[in-house]
Each structure stands twice: as structure tokens, then as C-alpha cells.
């Protein structure tokens, strides 16, 4: 091959390689990697550098991304699930990327890395969803976000690398069930999330809404439940307007919901 628009592998239990793919190819359109669950590296990808579509690699027994570190530009997402034995992400010669999303990988521990050299400090839209990172080590060049969520990771302490994200989150955020985290601080240079979106702080560990309080303008719904050594809400702005309009699409009924706490 010399030439490859995209391709797409699903359900293929018996694929255990992929060697040699891309041996004379640099430019792809897509990948797509789905329930190929005896692959357990994707090497035949290893000379790609440049993808104008997705990468999409769930279901595999892949330990890692590393095979992909000659990549440094992918125009859309790069979408990571349900990998089980991930243990880190690398890629760390991505310069653009227009989505990170990275769910259902208990092993994964470490992000570090994966945005040192990216030039597009806006994205679509970041996931960290169902890992095992204990910080966010590796997000901290993003400045601009549409949304993120950081939802399901039992060993999150700190989410440090957050602190540059500024301005207005339109489409909103989410913190949600992470057990061990203590403080959303590194959230205080957000100042408005006037778009459709809500802002989500649940089921963590946090005792004050400290990191919130630069924020004037929800645009959709406040939720703030199941935190069970929050005390207070002194920190939200006292300039700060809910719009009246509750997102059922998040599961939000009312504007501000704040319950359990």
C-alpha cells in the first residue's frame, strides 16, 4: 500500500497484528479500531503522521499508544475507550488535536505529556472518564475548551493541570465521582459558561466551591450534589445569573439543583 483514505477494523477476534499498514504511508484520513480484542499493539500505524479525520481505538488489548508517537497532527478526535490494559497515553509529538477523549481505562495512571507540543490550545471538547490518573499531568497547555468532563476516576487528587483553562467554557463542565479529589481551585480562571451547557460538581471530595467563584454566567443549570463534606457556598459570585433554563439533556430539571451535600 501506498495509499490509504481510512480504515476500519470491528469485530475481528482472531486479529492479532496489524504489522506493516502504514509502512509507506504518512497521510491517512480515519482509523478505527473497535472490539479487536486479541490485537494487543498497533505498530502497523507506527509511520502515520498526519490523520485528517479521527483516531478511534476501543475494545483492544493494547497496553499503550506509543506506536503512534511519529503522529503529530490529527484534524478531529482522538478517542480512547474501553481499552483495559492502557497504561499510559505518550503521543507526546501531537502539535494538533481537535479532541481528546479518554474513557474506560482503569490502568491508565499517567496523561503526562500529551499536549507539551500541541499549538491549538482550544479544543472540541476533553474526557477523562472511568481512569485510574491520579492528576491531570499532561492537559496543562489547554487554555480553551467547548466542554470537559472529568467524571469516574477513583484515584484523582488534583486537577492542577486544569489551571490555564480561562474565560468562558460555553458548553460547560463536570466533576463528578471522583472520590479522592479535594479542590476544583485550579478552575478559577473560568469566568462564564454562557452557552448551553451546565456546570456539574458532584460526588467528590471537596469541602468549599472554591474555583467557582469567578464565574457570572450559567447559561443552562448549577448542580452541586452528593459532596459530603461541602458546608458552604460562599464561594459562587454574588453577580452570578443562572439563566432559567434546566438541560434535561444532562439530567438537569432545574437550574440549580444542590442536594445530598
Known amino acids: 500500500l501506498t495509499q490509504l483514505g481510512s480504515i476500519y477494523f470491528k ?4 486479529l492479532t497484528s496489524i504489522a506493516g499498514l502504514s509502512n ?33 481505538i476501543g475494545y483492544t488489548a493494547i497496553t499503550g499508544l506509543s506506536a503512534l508517537n511519529n503522529c503529530n497532527y490529527i484534524q478531529g478526535w482522538l478517542w480512547i475507550n ?20 479518554l474513557s474506560d481505562m482503569p490502568l491508565l495512571t499517567s496523561l503526562a505529556g500529551l499536549t507539551t507540543n500541541i499549538t491549538n490550545i482550544q479544543t472540541g471538547t476533553f474526557w477523562v472518564i472511568n481512569t485510574g490518573v491520579t492528576n491531570l499531568n499532561g492537559l496543562q497547555n489547554l487554555t480553551d475548551t467547548s466542554n470537559f468532563y472529568i467524571i469516574g476516576n477513583p484515584n484523582l487528587t488534583n486537577i492542577t493541570a486544569l489551571q490555564n483553562l480561562s474565560g ?7 466533576i463528578y465521582g471522583n472520590p479522592l479529589l479535594t479542590s476544583i481551585a485550579p478552575l478559577s480562571n473560568i469566568t462564564a459558561v454562557s452557552g448551553d451547557g451546565t456546570i456539574e460538581i458532584s460526588y467528590n471530595n471537596i469541602s468549599t466551591l472554591i474555583g467557582l467563584q469567578n464565574i457570572i454566567n450559567i447559561g443552562k443549570g448549577l448542580r ?14 454574588n453577580n452570578l445569573v443562572i439563566q432559567n433554563n434546566p438541560d434535561s439533556y444532562n439530567g438537569i430539571k432545574d437550574s440549580v439543583e444542590i442536594f445530598d451535600n
Open 11 to 14: 469485530n475481528l477476534p482472531a
Open 224 to 237: 452541586v450534589a452528593g459532596n459530603n463534606n461541602l458546608t458552604t457556598l460562599s464561594a459562587l459570585n
Open 82 to 101: 474501553n481499552n483495559p490494559n492502557v497504561i499510559s497515553i505518550g503521543l507526546t509529538n501531537l502539535t494538533h488535536c481537535g479532541f481528546f477523549l
Open 168 to 174: 468562558d467554557i460555553g458548553g460547560g463542565f463536570s
Open 24 to 56: 509507506n504511508i504518512t497521510i491517512m484520513n480515519n482509523v478505527r479500531l473497535d472490539s479487536t480484542l486479541a490485537l494487543s499493539n498497533i505498530l502497523g500505524l507506527g509511520n502515520i503522521t498526519h490523520y485528517n479525520g479521527n483516531v478511534e
